[in-house]
T-cell receptor, first 112, second 113 residues
Framework: SQTIHQWPATLVQPVGSPLSLECTVE??????LYWYRQAAGRGLQLLFY??????ISSEVPQNLSASRPQDRQFILSSKKLLLSDSGFYLC???????????FGPGTRLTVT | GIQVEQSPPDLILQEGANSTLRCNFS?????LQWFHQNPWGQLINLFY???GTKQNGRLSATTVATERYSLLYISSSQTTDSGVYFC???????????????FGQGTILTVHP
């Protein structure tokens, strides 16, 4: 069966520091991968998606970037964090474009 | 892009009561999912239901795509049902991004013993 992992689970970082969040999927090949952010405990917003290695599309302009160095690995990064980057970051995967999406456990980021 | 509206925003029930959560969306969709977010933030898949009716134990869902709404029914509610319920939709309308899910603001359900 397929599983999705994210780490770290929680992170507290000062303003201006770099960021790297990692997501990996097991048990499937060439998944579609997604990064979402949830602010204030309500609806999620799509940040990035990827349909293959090295293929990244950004949904909203921001201080963050994403990379997909391997088939089942998706990384969210920032060179300099802002206070507004605080939030709950969730990675998701699906087999095809409009297939059911499955979410990882998330990373709770606090920028101080 | 697609707009998603959930109602009610908050719902308080006594254990054993039934409830109906509603999700309205503004355009045709290829994907509609219901999620339960637990206190630790994990999004738990309840239903993948772009159209039709499905049931899973005490939960059932119906999507009427032509009228652009979906309903989630919870029967005989339990305290463990508490949490936030999200509806999320995906579609091609208006140049929506590949596979993107647009989430509603959620319904906060509290079930008292």
């Amino acid at each position: 069966s397929q599983t999705i992992h994210q780490w770290p689970a929680t992170l507290v970082q000062p303003v201006g520091s770099p960021l790297s969040l990692e997501c990996t999927v097991e048990g499937t090949s060439n998944p579609n991968l997604y990064w979402y952010r949830q602010a204030a405990g309500r609806g999620l917003q799509l940040l990035f998606y990827s349909v293959g290695i090295g293929q990244i599309s950004s949904e909203v302009p921001q201080n963050l970037s994403a990379s997909r160095p391997q088939d089942r690995q998706f990384i969210l990064s920032s060179k300099k964090l802002l206070l507004s980057d605080s939030g709950f970051y969730l990675c998701a995967w699906s087999v095809f474009q409009f297939d059911e999406q499955y979410f990882g456990p998330g990373t709770r980021l606090t920028v101080t | 892009g697609i707009q998603v509206e959930q109602s009610p925003p908050d719902l308080i029930l006594q254990e054993g009561a039934n409830s109906t959560l509603r999700c309205n969306f503004s355009d045709s969709v290829n994907n509609l999912q219901w999620f339960h977010q637990n206190p630790w933030g994990q999004l738990i898949n309840l239903f993948y239901i772009p159209s039709g009716t499905k049931q899973n134990g005490r939960l059932s869902a119906t999507t009427v795509a032509t009228e652009r709404y979906s309903l989630l029914y919870i029967s005989s509610s339990q305290t463990t049902d508490s949490g936030v319920y999200f509806c999320a939709v995906g579609g091609n309308a208006g140049g929506t991004s590949y596979g993107k899910l647009t989430f509603g603001q959620g319904t906060i359900l509290t079930v008292h013993p």
